[in-house]
């Protein structure tokens, strides 16, 4: 590994990341991985270490040059309308890290990447985590917590769901649900996870009926 | 947007003083079954070769570039057409890498054109000068490349024209690249931009002097390659930055032809075309363009299931002479190809010209892409 990517990854902090760490344990060396919302391309740092093929898209001009800066393979371009041309189960993993909360239609862009993806992880802030619900409750106001810090007229996210809700829309649409995990800011959590969890993990697969 | 021309001059940061020199090879044989005998190419190189020859990079010219890339030449106040991106320390880093810039052939700047003599008839080409591809002009070069004992190019750039020298390098010699960096370029023309050609083109075969090819140098077909270049500068800019630029101002000086500043402006531009370029070029270089295709959609997938290197493609939001679809097209084929690519659309406001222009953003982008290659190898 040469030491310029080694320095990278020594800078970035992943003390409180503990779902980038989940979901480069999750991939194998030599498995092809398409990184949607990419960001600054922490995850895709780490994969690339670990000898992951890897490539991403992100919409922000800044987040794309670092990661080109970086060394790192990346699109400038937006999910909803950037996938098409990927042939069918061409990739082993597709990524979703807080990604599909800021798509104009998830429930498409899902899909896309289970055609897309033999194996899609999404990962998302559980909009019904106790702090939310309890902020809801007492203020009668959009919540601003630190997962969610926006207000409802600057916030990128434009869908808010919880870990049940996705249950719920994988059994109406026949996916697959191959694995959960759920994290606060610094650990995984098991219990009641649809309470306390601030961030939602699945990996998901298509149906083989469909 | 600043320039740094003339401080870098006999500053660290430029190559310095260069000379374009020739290389002359027996024969070429095109693509057509035609022979260019002799062949010469004009070039020049910055940096050094390394002793096991691994970081040459090329670096490919615009419709009317030339050889002179970086650096000066003898008493001249302008550097070459990309200075901003070669030299000591900036992102093509002539510390590091040995630059190759070469002349096309088909053109008029040395290099194998219809300028050159015509070994059987002793006299210049002119309009009888056979047809070269943007592949002929690739393989040319490749001529020149062999020639230093140069196996794998460490990377190809070039941006406009020389964006698409670099991708056929890519599928003209898969085995021999091992990065090409794309800027404001396409895989193909599409029918507006081959549009803008024609009315160029035929602004010179209307040209009374034109001849049909034939012409004195004493009595060149000036107007008329004036008129064309006029047209491809409208081109180069973008909306916004000739607003910002000329607006509706009038024109500069006594210019009795125009109302405004930006017909004076193109006036010039035309006039000192005329000066550094040959009408006869100018059709040869435009319908190689033209002509070049490596197709859209699945075939251009089908195209680049060859190539081997690592990209990078850059695209402009405001350039409408090579919008950024036709770079999201190679993109898109590349991905397809499972081919290790970046793409980066620059939200800068200069248009085509975009590439040739400094912007620190873009310098690092290039410095980086390549620092990652060279250190991963390294």
């Known amino acids: ?210 | 947007m600043p320039t740094t021309d003339n401080q870098d001059q006999s500053g660290e940061r430029s190559v310095g003083i260069v000379e374009t020199k020739l290389f002359t090879f027996p024969s070429l044989t095109l693509d057509n079954g035609e022979t260019i005998k002799p062949l010469e190419i004009a070039y020049e190189t910055y940096g050094k070769l390394s002793p096991n020859k691994d970081n040459a990079i090329l670096v490919c010219h615009a419709l009317s570039g030339d050889a002179h890339a970086a650096g000066y030449h003898e008493g001249d106040k302008k550097p070459g057409y990309w200075d901003n991106y070669i030299g000591p320390g900036k992102a093509i880093d002539t510390n590091l890498f040995f630059v190759i810039s070469s002349n096309v052939i088909g053109g008029c700047k040395g290099s194998s054109g219809p300028l050159s003599k015509n070994g059987k008839t002793g006299k210049p080409y002119q309009s009888s000068f056979p047809f070269v591809s943007i592949a002929d002009m690739v393989n040319a070069q490749e001529k020149l490349v062999s020639h230093f004992g140069i196996e794998i190019l460490f990377a190809v750039a070039g941006g406009s024209m020389g964006g698409m020298q670099a991708l056929q390098w890519s599928v003209s010699y898969p085995d021999r690249v091992k990065n090409c960096i794309i800027m404001a370029s396409t895989s193909e023309h599409s029918a507006q931009q081959i549009a803008f050609n024609e009315v160029g083109r035929q602004a010179i075969l209307a040209d009374p002097n034109y001849l049909k090819g034939e012409y004195s140098f004493e009595h060149r077909p000036a107007k008329g390659l004036a008129l064309a270049r006029m047209v491809g500068h409208i081109t180069y800019l973008s909306d916004e930055l000739m607003r910002e630029k000329f607006g509706r101002k009038p024109p500069k000086g006594n210019i009795q032809s125009t109302d405004f500043a930006v017909g004076s402006y193109l006036i010039y531009q035309g006039e000192s075309f005329v000066d550094r370029f040959d009408a006869n070029s100018y059709i040869y270089v435009t319908k190689a363009l033209d002509h070049f295709s490596l197709g859209t959609g699945r075939e251009l997938t089908a195209a680049l299931s060859v190539v081997k290197c690592r990209f990078l493609v850059v695209a402009y939001t405001s350039d409408w002479l090579y919008p950024p679809y036709q770079s999201l097209e190679i993109v898109k084929s590349l991905e397809v190809n499972a081919i290790p690519v970046s793409f980066v659309e620059l939200n800068n406001p200069a248009g085509h010209d975009s590439f040739l222009l400094p912007n620190p953003e873009q310098e690092s982008i290039i410095r980086d892409f390549l620092l990652s290659s060279w250190e991963e190898i390294g």
């Open chain 1, 1 to 210: 590994m040469n030491t310029r990517l080694t320095k990278i990854i020594q800078e970035i902090d992943l003390q409180n990341r503990p779902d980038i760490s989940y979901i480069a344990n999750l991939i194998q060396t030599n498995e092809r991985i398409l990184d949607l919302g990419c960001g600054f391309g922490e995850l895709m740092l780490l994969l690339k270490q670990k000898g992951v093929r890897v490539q991403g898209i992100e919409k922000d001009e800044r987040c794309v040059i670092q990661c080109v800066k970086r060394g790192l393979y990346v699109h400038h371009g937006d999910i909803d309308h950037g996938l098409k041309h990927h042939l069918d189960k061409s990739f082993d993993y597709l990524i979703l890290n807080q990604t599909i909360q800021q798509t104009l239609n998830p429930g498409d862009i899902i899909k896309e990447c289970l055609r897309i993806g033999k194996k899609v992880i999404i990962v998302f802030p559980n909009f019904s985590h106790w702090q939310i619900r309890l902020s809801i409750l007492l203020s009668g106001k959009t919540p601003v917590t630190d997962l969610m810090p926006f207000h409802w007229y600057d916030t990128p996210n434009l869908h808010f769901l919880s870990a049940q809700d996705f249950k719920d829309f994988c059994e109406i649409e026949t996916i697959k649900i191959l694995q959960t995990a759920s994290f606060n800011r610094r650990r995984e959590i098991k219990w009641l996870p649809n309470l306390f969890a601030s961030l939602s993990l699945f990996v998901i697969a298509q149906n083989e009926k469909n």
